[in-house]
C-alpha cells in the first residue's frame, strides 16, 4: 500500500474562487499573508500558536522555531486548503486591529499594539514567526505548529516526524525500532502527535482555557464556552487526509494504518480524556490563583466542582454495577472527590500552601488522563452512550463530488 504520493493532484473545488487562489498561491510559493503591512487574504488569515511541547499557557512560544504553514504544504495540500476555512484559520482578524476589547485587555496586561506580536494575545491568536532583527511578528491564524508545536531549528520535529529510515524507506518498511526512536525524537522536540491523546487534549485547553488572572480579571472569558475535545476537533477543524489526500478520514488516517485503530473506539477515549483534562485544568487554574476574591478566582472554583461532578454523574450512569478500575477515581465516595471538595470548600488560595495542593491535586488527575488516554477504547461501549448527542463544531471538510 502506497501512503504517500509525490505528485498529488487536488479535485477542483466548486464555487470556491477564492479558495482556489490562496491555494495557488501556496502551491506555487507565493506569499498569501502578511506578516507587516498590508491585510491579509481574508481566505487565509488567522492567528494562533500553540506553546512548545503542549506546555502550560502562559510561556510565550519561541517564534524563532516556528516555520509557518507554508512549510507543510508539499505534504499536506488537503490539509491545508481545509485549514484555510476554519475559525482557526481566520483568527488573527480578532486581534490584528488593536481596538475593542483587544485593546482594553491589551491596556490592562499594558501591552502595546508594537509588542502584540510576542504577547499573550498572540499565543492562542496568532502564530508568532520570527523575522529577521525586528522579533516576532504575526505570520498567520492559528495554523499547523499552534496545534502540533513550533517544529523548526537543527533540533526540531520538522525534517525528522516523515522520515522512516534510509532514503527510499516508507512507513511499511520502517523497522519498530526506527518508529520508537523518531517518535521519541519529535516529542521531545515538541510535536503534538495526533496518537498522544492527553498532549492533543492539553494543547487544545491550552487556549481554550485562560490561565492567567489578570487577563480574565480585566474582562476577558476565562474558556471558550461549550468547549468539547470530541465535538470540537471532528467538525470544521478535521483533516485526516495524510494517506489519501482527497478523503478526510474519520480518524487519523496514518495512526489508523499504524495501529489498526478504530476511529469510533478513538473518540470513546478522547471523549473521557478531554473531560478529565478539563478538570485537570479547572484544578491547574486554581493553583495561579493570587486574589481569592477575584472574579479568576470564582470562574475556576465553580469549573473545578462542575467539570468533576459531570464527570461522576456521566461514570456512574454508564457504569451501574461495577466502574472500571481506572475509572474509579471518578465516583462521588473516592479519595479524589475528597480532595477536590476540599479544594472548593476549605483551601485559602492566597496562600502558597494552598495553590500548591491544588498543583498537585491537578498533577494526580493528569496522570489518571494519561492512563486513560493509553486504551483502546474497545472496552468502553458504554461511553458511547454519552456521545449520542454530541454537538459537532461546524462540518468536517471534503471535496465536492466532480
Not at 495524510?242 to 478526510?248: G, I, L
Request: hydrophobic share 35%; net charge negative; proline share 3%.
Amino acid at each position: 500500500m502506497k501512503l504517500f504520493h509525490t505528485k498529488t493532484v487536488l479535485r477542483p473545488v466548486v464555487g470556491m474562487a477564492l479558495l482556489l487562489a490562496a491555494a495557488g498561491c501556496l502551491l506555487f510559493g507565493t506569499t498569501v499573508l502578511s506578516g507587516s503591512g498590508g491585510v491579509p487574504s481574508a481566505a487565509a488569515t488567522a492567528i494562533g500558536t500553540t506553546v512548545a511541547g503542549y506546555a502550560e499557557p502562559g510561556s510565550i512560544v519561541d517564534a524563532s522555531k516556528v516555520m509557518g504553514y507554508k512549510a507543510c504544504v508539499t505534504c499536506h495540500k488537503s490539509e491545508i486548503i481545509s485549514w484555510m476555512q476554519t475559525k482557526h484559520a481566520k483568527s488573527e482578524l480578532t486581534i490584528r486591529n488593536f481596538s475593542g476589547n483587544v485593546q482594553k485587555y491589551c491596556e490592562a496586561l499594558e501591552i502595546t499594539k508594537d509588542k502584540l506580536a510576542s504577547s499573550i494575545c498572540a499565543e492562542c491568536h496568532a502564530t508568532p514567526k520570527a523575522s529577521g532583527t525586528r522579533g516576532a511578528r504575526i505570520d498567520s491564524g492559528i495554523s499547523c505548529e499552534s496545534c502540533h508545536g513550533p517544529s523548526g531549528s537543527e533540533q526540531g520535529w520538522l525534517n525528522r516526524h516523515a522520515v522512516y529510515g534510509p532514503n527510499g524507506s516508507t512507513p511499511e518498511n520502517e523497522t519498530p525500532k526506527h518508529f520508537a526512536d523518531r517518535v521519541k525524537f519529535c516529542e521531545k522536540a515538541g510535536m503534538v502527535r495526533a496518537a498522544s491523546l492527553y498532549n492533543v487534549a492539553k494543547n487544545c485547553q491550552s487556549c481554550h482555557t485562560i490561565l492567567d488572572e489578570e487577563l480574565v480579571n480585566a474582562g476577558h472569558k476565562s474558556s471558550s464556552s461549550g468547549f468539547e475535545l470530541v465535538g470540537w476537533s471532528t467538525g470544521e477543524v478535521r483533516h485526516n487526509f495524510h494517506q489519501n489526500q482527497a478523503d478526510n478520514s474519520a480518524g487519523p488516517s496514518l495512526w489508523k494504518w499504524r495501529n489498526k485503530g478504530n476511529a469510533k473506539n478513538r473518540k470513546r477515549v478522547m471523549f473521557l480524556v478531554g473531560k478529565i483534562v478539563n478538570i485537570e485544568i479547572a484544578v491547574r487554574g486554581l493553583s495561579k490563583i493570587k486574589d481569592p476574591d477575584s472574579d479568576y478566582a470564582g470562574a475556576f472554583m465553580e469549573r473545578t466542582g462542575e467539570s468533576f461532578g459531570e464527570l461522576v454523574e456521566m461514570i456512574g450512569g454508564v457504569f451501574e454495577d461495577e466502574i472500571p478500575e481506572d475509572l474509579a477515581a471518578f465516583s462521588e465516595d473516592s479519595e479524589l472527590a475528597e480532595k477536590i471538595g476540599a479544594l472548593t470548600e476549605d483551601t485559602d488560595f492566597s496562600e502558597e500552601e494552598g495553590r500548591k495542593a491544588a498543583a498537585t491535586v491537578a498533577d494526580e488527575v493528569a496522570k489518571l488522563a494519561q492512563q486513560i488516554a493509553k486504551r483502546d477504547g474497545s472496552k468502553l461501549e458504554a461511553i458511547g452512550e454519552l456521545m449520542e448527542d454530541l454537538e459537532v463544531k461546524g462540518e468536517a471538510y471534503s471535496y465536492p463530488s466532480p
